[in-house]
């Protein structure tokens, strides 16, 4: 029953910047892996990155050098840190949970309402 609330979205300029993020709520005791993951309407949603039970983290290709994501253990909070944004980065980001299996981190099935991020040209 973990619930995630996303923030931060917003319209910027391409190569301006934007701060996402992600607060869990409702946790207790266990451990779960956190991941952003975007999409657009009509389209398949792909995974942007992700922070593993022992706090490595993982992006895609398309986001590499640009983005930077970082988990507040203490907070329960996934930061998505968004720099030189283009138009295509354009998307609703949603947070997104996985349960902890033999210290692996499950398929992501738990979801945040997602907050819409806009980069214009």
């Known amino acids: 029953q973990v619930r995630l609330m996303e923030s931060g979205g917003g319209s910027v300029q391409a190569g301006g910047s934007l701060n996402l993020s992600c607060t869990a709520s409702?946790?207790?005791?266990?451990?779960?892996?956190m991941a952003w993951f975007r999409q657009e309407p009509g389209k398949e949603r792909e995974e942007v990155a992700s922070v593993d039970l022992d706090g490595r983290t993982t992006y895609a290709d398309f986001v590499k050098g640009r983005f930077t994501v970082s988990k507040d253990n203490a907070k329960n909070t996934l930061t998505l840190q968004m720099s030189s944004l283009k138009p295509e980065d354009t998307a609703m980001y949603h947070c997104?949970?996985?349960?902890?299996?033999?210290?692996?981190?499950?398929?992501?099935?738990?979801w945040g309402q997602g907050t819409q991020v806009t980069v214009s040209a």
């Open positions: 997104a949970s996985a349960g902890s299996y033999g210290g692996r981190c499950g398929r992501f099935g738990n």
């Open positions: 409702g946790y207790i005791g266990g451990r779960f892996c």
